[in-house]
């Protein structure tokens, strides 16, 4: 049997399927949620969207076999220059003429921002095992929560500058993920835990409103809606009204794929905000027309890929593999806990695909080379793997 052989055989292939299957969900519920979008060449905006997921998975097909099946160890060393690239590429999207702040490269558009955390999960991978080796002061605690805190700090302020409070948020639990799995003594946790509170309302009064003043305003338009415990039909107030309201109503079964107004589809009249309905709001779809079996099915499926995730990482055979595994839990439940949370007014809308289901381009080849990564960390754990290959 090939060493090659033997990595294909040997890969976890619970994590492979649910992950294709997340994609191909998302395929027909792209289809419904971009109906209302104009295509090319008389094709309905549905059509045209879901073909394009196709292509995107299809891309990151090769892109994710490629990352599993070569060993991690060898990618982690693309992590500094494509973080030191994501940096560049978000500075220059500061000045796009773009209200999501994409760049386009040829026929290719995307958001530098999700590039960025990317690499800084691979990143801080790298040099938190890598630095010890020069000298063990690089592996005292202190200096490596001070490197975990720089290496997300800065393209968080960077993105909240840009406006993206939701992509800038996802920085967070990567943060937090990272320190606990890179073995920071709980006196420190604690300590930072403490800082990090006092902190809270210094960055939410003089330091948001200085650099974003809509991330603010979207926090107090929440709050007001906890403290009054109704949401208001008003202009500012228009999408969390009726996304809500769509997942409220839905029943157990929902409306079914496609529902049209005589089934008394909220999507369908365009009261979900139907210009992003495929990406940032494609919760509130689903859950309309597949009701909470629907819905439940989708989270049951997420929470199945992180579990994967988090069995792959105790089975991992160095500090890099874990927090590389570690790193892509944090991302993905921030993009899920956001994108499901801001649907059901659990948390301020923020705008903030949902992964592998939403259309989101080139997040969704990010996120396959991401899960490449982590099958990589399961492939390559046994040093008999490694000695073969």
Known sequence: MTPLFRKILGMNWVLVLTMYGLLVFGVFAIESAARHLPGPDGMSGGEFFAGRHKMWMGLGTIVYFASALIDYRW????GVPMYVIGLALTLKAMGADDEIHRLQFGPISFQPAQVAIAAGIIAIATLAQDLPKIHRFFGEPFFRVLLIATLT???FLLVVKLGDMG?????VPVAIVAILVSGIPWRYLIFL??????????A????????SERGTERIEMYLES?????VEKTDKNWAPYWVSTAVGKAGWKGLGWGATDERGSLH???????KTAHNDYIFAVIAEEQGFRGALLLVTAFALLLIQCLFIAFYSRDLAGRIIVGGVVGLFFAHMFESIGMCILLTPITGIPLPLVSYSGTFVVICMFLLGLVQSVWVHRSKYIEVEA
Not at 204 to 211: D, E, M, N, T
Not at 268 to 274: A, T
């Open 193 to 202: 835990t403490g800082i990090a509170v006092g902190m809270t309302p210094i």
């Open 268 to 274: 369908d009249k365009k009261y979900i905000p139907w």
């Open 153 to 155: 700090g800065i393209p």
């Open 167 to 171: 992509s800038a948020l996802v920085w």
């Open 226 to 230: 906890v403290d009054t415990g109704v």
């Open 75 to 78: 990618v982690r060393w693309l």
């Open 204 to 211: 939410y009064f003089i330091v948001l409103p200085s650099i």
